[in-house]
Structure formats: structure tokens, C-alpha cells
């Protein structure tokens, strides 16, 4: 049995919300009209609710705005209609093909470290690669969820052994900054807050224009910011790259991450293959096809 929907308008909530994304992106009533194909008279009278906006036209102006999927949803409920993305848990049935590609990718990209965060940075699963870079964490950050900034930048987490660490945490800082506005994220926001204010290395670089830095024991890199951390008694430098789904039709997928991890010089690769040759890296908990949290 299902029951008819009674579409309403909230002014407040349809105008505002449309207005503050628009605001937020830093554009201008007639630039959205003319990417939205529209008018700037109509605009208006939809962020002020004297035009109720249609289903399609909610969608439109959403993805002219580059609105994450799961607002997207609240713009549609705002608007008097249902919500166009489901949300899926990934342990549920419908994921099996997504789990098992998640894996399977990871395990490829073996021995180097891997993994999958979701929207808050939480860490959904990780490869063997990653466990090697886990010496010495306290036991309450690897307690899932393990949340990946929380790991990072706490002073008992791997704060203590990146030796770029000025540098990577205002990168790290600045992505979360970032991506809290564009998401226009209230739990990213306070995350980042929480992070933030860690203790920070007294000598926090400053990266001249030649991209030199006076981090001590850190040098310039050609393409990209290494993380330079010690494990296993050595130094060991990656370039990071993270990787989302395109066009994603899921709030859940919408907000999944692959965050890699590429050798910056061969020293690193030859240690870390060394490594698991040896039988140095410990797999983590969880058995093939599920989420493997740390």
C-alpha cells in the first residue's frame, strides 16, 4: 500500500537552501539561470518562494551547483518531493559487487598502502599496506571506527613519526576545511575543529615559491607534497592520490574515498616489498567481500 505525497513548498527551507548553496558557490543569480538554462526572474522567484520549482528543475539546479548527492536529497524533501538517492549500507546485498571490487583493488595495489574512507574520513577497509604504517598508535584510535584524520594528526597517533609533519598537517587541515564548505558539512566542520586543535610541531613549515620547505629533514618534491614518515625503523615517502566514484547514484557511494599511497623514491618501494616478502605486514581483520575495518 502506498500513500499519495502532498507536495509543499517551504518557503524558508526551499528558498534558503537553494539561495545559500548559490551564495556558498559563488554565483550570481543570472550565472546560475544561464548554466541552468533558465532566467534570473525565475531564480528568484524560486529561492523566494513565489515559484514552485519542479522535481527535474530542483535536480538541475542542484547539479549546476555542484550539490553533494545526499543534499540533493534534502533540497528534494524541502521541495515537497521524494528523495532521488537512496542510501545504502554497505554491508547490505545490493553492495556484494561494490565490496568485492573494493577488495579486489586494494589487494592489487598490495604491497603499498590503500584504503577506503568514507564522508567523515572514517575508515571503511584498507589493504596489508596499510598495517605498517600502524607501529606504536594508541589502541583507542584503532577502535573502529578508525577515523583517518583522528589517526593521522593525533599526538598518539602517527603525528609523532611523519617527519614532514608541519607540512602534511596543513594539507590535511586545508582538504577538511575545503571539503566542510563545499559540502557545507556541520559534523566535517566540528571534525575539523577537533583536529585542528591537536598540538602542532613548533616549526611548521612554510613552503617557499621555489616549493622548498624549512621543515627540518624534508626535501622539495618535483610533482607533488610527499608524507614522509619513519616505520620500521626507516624513513619512508609517498605522493598521495584519492579517488571518488564518478557519477555516483547512492548517498553512500556519493561519499566513499580510495586514498593511495605511491612510493615517492625507490628506497620506499624496495622496503616496503621487502617487507612483505618477509612476512612483515599483518592483514587486516575481515574476510573477503566485506568491509574490512581496522
Known sequence: ???????????????????????????????????????????????????TPSRS??????????????????????????????ETSLTAPAMTTLRAGLDQLLTAYEPFPALVMDGMYDVVTANKGVQ???????????????????????PQGLAPRIRNLGQWRAHLLERMDRQATLRSSDALRGLYEEVASYPAPADAAHPGPDGRTDEPGSAAHPYALPLRIEAGGQVLSFISTATTFNTPMDV???????????????????????????????????????????
Open 57 to 86: 528543475m530542483v535536480l538541475h539546479l542542484a547539479e549546476q551547483l555542484g550539490v553533494p548527492v545526499r543534499d540533493r536529497n534534502s533540497l528534494l524533501m524541502a521541495a515537497g518531493w521524494a528523495p532521488s538517492y537512496p
Open 1 to 51: 500500500m502506498t500513500t499519495a505525497m502532498t507536495r509543499t513548498v517551504d518557503d524558508v527551507h526551499v528558498g534558503s537552501m537553494l539561495r545559500g548553496w548559490r551564495k556558498l558557490r559563488g554565483v550570481t543569480q543570472l550565472e546560475l539561470a544561464l548554466r541552468a538554462d533558465s532566467s534570473a526572474r525565475h531564480i528568484s522567484f524560486i529561492e523566494t518562494g513565489r515559484s
Open 132 to 154: 605498517m604504517l600502524l607501529e606504536g598508535v594508541a589502541d583507542h584510535l584503532l577502535q573502529p571506527p578508525m577515523n583517518a584524520m583522528r589517526l593521522t594528526l593525533h
Open 252 to 294: 553512500t557511494v556519493s561519499e566513499l574515498a580510495i586514498e593511495t599511497f605511491l612510493p615517492a623514491d625507490p628506497e620506499t618501494a624496495a622496503v616496503l616489498r621487502a617487507a612483505a616478502r618477509e612476512g612483515g605486514v599483518t592483514p587486516p581483520a575481515g574476510g573477503p567481500g566485506n568491509p574490512r575495518r581496522l
